[in-house]
């Protein structure tokens, strides 16, 4: 057995000891925060499994910014639902537990006897990478070869911020989201948010602009960006906007916007919907990239904000 | 065994640990989390198929396409959790409870 698989299997029985823990846990506070480190030991496995752009996207997004999330209603329950008492019966225990093995087998079944050698589309994308400029192969599908996919995406976190919207309290339209209460000025936190963020902000634009042709990209980035804003918002330095405002939604819809609308002239001057013209295509993809990393941060911190509220309410809340 | 293939079982484990608290748990929060486990088995599951088919040719070490569907499932999956978690805090703002069981049926 050689180290590098002593190490793999350590990893594997951590997270699935993690996952176990989150499912386990007598605490909402302990599940959440097990998940947050579990989601940081899948970002290894990404690494291990030689996928870096996956792991990049799983720490901070899966990681962090749902941990963060997930933080902040778990601190939110009311006492009683803190200490959960299991309601399910022994016999629906039993059940789930006999149909969960069944998925779980037939799942590692599946894993074991994968065909070999493996079907693959690596080659393809190889042999059409130098058509669009770019020398990361991941940004390649996300952004020219699976573009239908990325373009839905973008458009999915729109829809995201209309629903969590659209949870409003009845005086709470048009006014600022109230789920991130500053804590208050002076602390810790408020010296960490004025350090990270200039820091922050060039990690997320270089994870942008590096995605072209390494690690990175546009989720990535954005990702890192949301974060140093929400940090901000936290910290109390700065306030997140009322909803109502419109430059606001312009900044929300202008990378889906963007990508859309470059799609559609593809249909004329490619050929086809989401083309691009071959001599055109990486300025066309960086722009689209650099405004769908304005969006999606835009999507992410309003995500992470929550539905507008009226002042009062937001205090009234326990 | 290969590493590929010990997270793929890992993955695998994760799908029923996640079915099976989804089932189970008692409270929105926990089955939003196990929600989460579930679908992080599944692209456990699509990593290990990416590796597999990675190394045909020089400079990739995974199948960028299913990368890249990855990538999408996790946006997507953080979108999903964060209109599940706005519904149960408007769910706790209106009735201080965090789940959706009749009464009766919670003091069992």
Known sequence: ?318 | MTAVTLFGLCGAALVGLGLYGLIVLPGALRRIIAFNLLGSGVFLLFGVIARRGGGAIAGTGSDPVPQALIITGLVVAFAATALAVALLRRLLQETGRDDWDEAGEADR
């Open chain 1, 1 to 318: 057995m050689s180290a590098a698989l002593i190490v793999d299997l350590g990893l594997a029985l951590s997270i699935l000891g993690l996952g176990v823990w989150t499912v386990a846990a007598r605490s909402h506070n302990g599940a959440v925060v097990g998940y947050i480190a579990y989601g940081l030991l899948v970002a290894l496995v990404w690494v291990r499994l030689a996928a870096v752009d996956v792991a990049l996207t799983e720490a901070a997004i899966g990681s962090g910014l749902t941990g963060l999330l997930l933080l902040g209603v778990a601190t939110r329950l009311p006492r009683s639902a803190r200490q959960p008492s299991p309601t399910a019966g022994r016999w629906t225990r039993l059940l789930a537990g006999v149909l969960s093995a069944t998925v779980a087998g037939g799942l590692a079944a599946v894993v074991l006897l994968l065909p070999d050698p493996a079907p693959t589309l690596a080659p393809s994308v190889a042999a059409n990478l130098p058509a669009t400029g770019l020398g990361n192969p991941v940004t390649g599908v996300l952004i020219a070869f699976r573009a239908i996919d990325t373009l839905l995406e973008s458009v999915v976190l729109v829809f995201a911020i209309i629903g969590v919207w659209s949870l409003a309290p009845k005086d709470g339209w048009g006014e600022r989201p109230g789920w991130l209460r500053p804590a208050p000025l002076g602390s810790a936190l408020t010296l960490l948010a004025q350090l990270l963020p200039p820091i922050g902000i060039l990690v997320g634009i270089h994870l942008f602009w590096t995605g072209a042709n390494a690690p990175g990209g546009a989720f990535q980035g954005g990702a890192v960006l949301a974060a140093m804003w929400v940090l901000a918002m936290i910290a109390g330095l700065t306030r997140p906007p009322a909803v109502s405002r419109r430059r606001l939604r312009l900044v929300l819809v202008i990378g889906p916007a963007l990508f859309l609308a470059v799609g559609v002239a593809g249909i004329w001057l490619a050929g086809d919907f989401l083309a691009y013209p071959v001599a055109y295509a990486k300025p066309l993809i960086l722009v689209i990239e650099a405004a769908l990393t304005l969006s999606i941060a835009a999507a992410l911190g309003l995500l992470l904000a929550g539905p507008p509220e009226a002042p009062s309410a937001a205090e009234r809340q326990p």
